[in-house]
T-cell receptor, first 110, second 112 residues
Framework: SQQGEEDPQALSIQEGENATMNCSYK?????LQWYRQNSGRGLVHLIL?????REKHSGRLRVTLDTSKKSSSLLITASRAADTASYFC??????????FGAGTRLTVKP | DAGITQSPRHKVTETGTPVTLRCHQT?????MYWYRQDPGHGLRLIHY???????DKGEVSDGYSVSRSKTEDFLLTLESATSSQTSVYFC???????????FGPGTRLTVL
């Protein structure tokens, strides 16, 4: 069964706007990761946040983690057309058993 | 795709035939994974390996077997393909140091 559930399922914004995606999960985790998938390609790792961290930044990406609410958010600032992709959260509760959500499909219109 | 290749990239086969998918890595990563991706389900873990000849089942392992005879290769076999195994299959590797997984380009399998 899926561990992470992304929200919204689809998001369409204009270039330059910020995009926020959310992930909720059900059990305690060691870490939570966000991945991007361009159409027809494999997943690419974006950022990892550990259970004892609350916020992490990487370039235009900002990830927050609230373990009390079992939720995380991914913020992409100043979006670009090249950010168009599906974004997945993945939770690592037990070693080697990472669970992925169904993803958020982001479309950034030029 | 960080030195991970999958073969074949596309395959069409008939129900009841055996199928083997290959994942090859040049990263010398200890861990290797096979996932399937279906609409509405995200990625689901089929099997994984934590070393040569060391494998374990994932969430959706029924109907699949794996083998890892050397570090760089991880094979996924569908013993008798069924239409429900039509999917996109991804291989991933992990060094074991930072929990980050690196994915191959995927294999699109269609079982008629």
């Amino acid at each position: 069964s899926q561990q992470g559930e992304e929200d919204p399922q689809a998001l369409s914004i204009q270039e330059g706007e910020n995009a926020t995606m959310n992930c909720s999960y059900k059990t305690s985790i060691n870490n939570l990761q966000w991945y991007r998938q361009n159409s027809g390609r494999g997943l690419v790792h974006l950022i990892l946040i550990r259970s004892n961290e609350r916020e992490k930044h990487s370039g235009r990406l900002r990830v927050t983690l609230d373990t009390s609410k079992k939720s995380s958010s991914l913020l992409i600032t100043a979006s670009r057309a090249a950010d168009t992709a599906s974004y997945f959260c993945a939770t690592d509760a037990n070693n080697n058993d990472m669970r992925f959500g169904a993803g958020t499909r982001l479309t950034v219109k030029p | 795709d960080a030195g991970i290749t999958q073969s074949p990239r596309h395959k069409v086969t008939e129900t009841g035939t055996p199928v083997t998918l290959r994942c090859h890595q040049t990263e010398n990563h200890r861990y290797m994974y096979w996932y399937r991706q279906d609409p509405g389900h995200g990625l689901r873990l089929i099997h994984y390996s934590y070393g040569v000849k060391d494998t374990d089942k994932g969430e959706v392992s029924d109907g699949y077997s794996v083998s890892r005879s050397k570090t760089e290769d991880f094979l996924l076999t569908l013993e008798s393909a069924t239409s429900s195994q039509t999917s996109v299959y991804f291989c991933a590797t992990e060094s074991g140091g930072d929990d980050t997984q690196y994915f191959g380009p995927g294999t699109r399998l269609t079982v008629l």
